[in-house]
């Protein structure tokens, strides 16, 4: 099985950066993706790492340490549109993408 | 963005009925999914396929039942719909061979309410 823990909400400010932690326990691992939810709308893919480091993807950028089982998603200057919940997801192995979702972390841009 | 559209997007139906949910994909990807999505737990697979007539269960696989008979299309059943039930449901793709490696695609999810 999996445990996924991240924190629930957050909320920064414009213009800010944010660090979302997420911290697993899997039995299986093939990368960790990173989503991103607006309210009432579906999850859209953010980031994905398969090696231990730091992926930078312009305002996003994602970290893994696989022996620690720890990721985290950096969002530099903020935006208003950067609300929403930002889903992480290890890969449970094989090559079916079976993803195992935590519950978000809900992330509220402030002026 | 990927071609998945799911219907009904949103649906009121009474404890006890049948209840089937489609999902549609002009991607052409092998495989698809079927999350839902609750207050405190997050997305949850319920079912997923690697391709036509294969299907397995997910987490969360009681009470529903799947079937592929195309590459396209992935249906979802409620056999007897109960208010546990109640969710909005995603349908989501990847392939193997595509973008990021199994990066999941999603549809924009159809809500059940079951009464």
């Known amino acids: 099985g999996q445990n996924i823990d991240q924190p629930t909400e957050m909320t920064a400010t414009e213009g800010a950066i944010v660090q979302i932690n997420c911290t697993y326990q899997?039995?299986?691992?093939?990368?960790l993706f990173w989503y991103q939810q607006h309210a009432g709308e579906a999850p859209t893919f953010l980031s994905y790492?398969?090696?231990?480091g730091l992926e930078e993807k312009g305002r996003f950028s994602s970290f893994l340490s696989r022996s620690k089982g720890y990721s985290y998603l950096l969002l530099k200057e903020l935006q208003m549109k950067d609300s929403a919940s930002y889903l992480c997801a290890p890969g449970g192995g094989g090559t079916a993408s079976k993803l195992t979702f935590g519950t978000g972390t809900r992330l509220q841009v402030t002026l | 963005d990927a071609g998945i559209t799911q219907s009904p997007r949103h649906k009121v139906t009474e404890t006890g009925t049948p209840v089937t949910l489609r999902c549609h994909q002009t991607?052409?990807?092998?495989?698809m999914y079927w999350y839902r999505q609750d207050p405190g737990h997050g997305l949850r697979l319920i079912h997923y396929s690697y391709g036509v007539k294969d299907t397995d269960k997910g987490e969360v696989s009681d009470g529903y039942s799947v079937s592929r008979s195309k590459t396209e299309d992935f249906l979802l059943t409620l056999e007897s719909a109960t208010s546990s039930q109640t969710s909005v449901y995603f349908c989501a793709i990847s392939d193997p061979g595509q973008g990021v490696t199994g990066e999941l695609f999603f549809g924009e999810g159809s809500r059940l309410t079951v009464l």
């Open positions: 790492n398969v090696l231990d």
């Open positions: 899997t039995s299986g691992f093939n990368g």
């Open positions: 991607e052409n990807h092998r495989y």
